[in-house]
């Protein structure tokens, strides 16, 4: 299961979605193109309609798509699921899991961690950046 979830992508702070983010359209219509699908053909295969499609290709879509028509999505376009489900503002149900978790060993800090995040995006890339590089050195 694929958890909507605050994500730079949508501007939820002020209780406002932006539409899906533009990476997501450009590569599910570049890899149907790839493919040679037209917009109906792929809306039949994933099963929803196509001008929901174009929307979500242009970037007009109210809401990122569900789990089975990400995961639908990236079947016949041979994507992987899970980029292409970040790319569309979701998580999988594992990071649900581990927020979930955080949220109940800290419940007290959690709200002012999050607001903080909100608050202040660029304390975030810094502490994202030593993340992976932290992983890198780990790895190398």
């Known amino acids: 299961m694929l958890t909507s979830f605050v994500n730079p992508r949508?501007?939820?702070y002020?209780?406002?979605?932006?539409?899906?983010?533009?990476a997501f359209g450009k590569s599910i219509r570049a890899?149907?193109?790839?493919?040679?699908?037209s917009q109906r053909?792929?809306?039949a295969l994933v099963e929803v309609d196509y001008t929901y499609l174009s929307k979500l290709e242009n970037d007009?879509?109210?809401y990122p798509p569900k789990e089975d028509v990400i995961r639908a999505l990236a079947k016949h376009l041979e994507l992987d699921?899970?980029?292409?489900s970040y790319l569309a503002g979701r998580i999988t149900a594992s990071d649900a899991k581990v927020?979930?978790?955080?949220?109940?060993?800290?419940q007290e800090q959690m709200p002012v961690?999050?607001?903080?995040?909100?608050?202040?995006?660029?304390?975030?890339?810094?502490?994202l950046q030593e993340a992976q590089q932290e992983k890198r050195s780990e790895e190398s």
Not at 99 to 106: D, P, R, S, Y
């Open 41 to 43: 053909e792929l809306a």
């Open 113 to 127: 961690l999050l607001r903080t995040i909100r608050d202040h995006p660029e304390m975030v890339q810094r502490l």
């Open 31 to 37: 890899a149907r193109r790839e493919k040679g699908y």
């Open 14 to 22: 002020v209780g406002k979605e932006v539409a899906v983010d533009q």
């Open 99 to 106: 927020v979930q978790e955080l949220a109940k060993t800290h």
């Open 10 to 12: 949508y501007n939820q």
């Open 81 to 84: 699921a899970e980029k292409l």
């Open 60 to 62: 007009r879509a109210d």
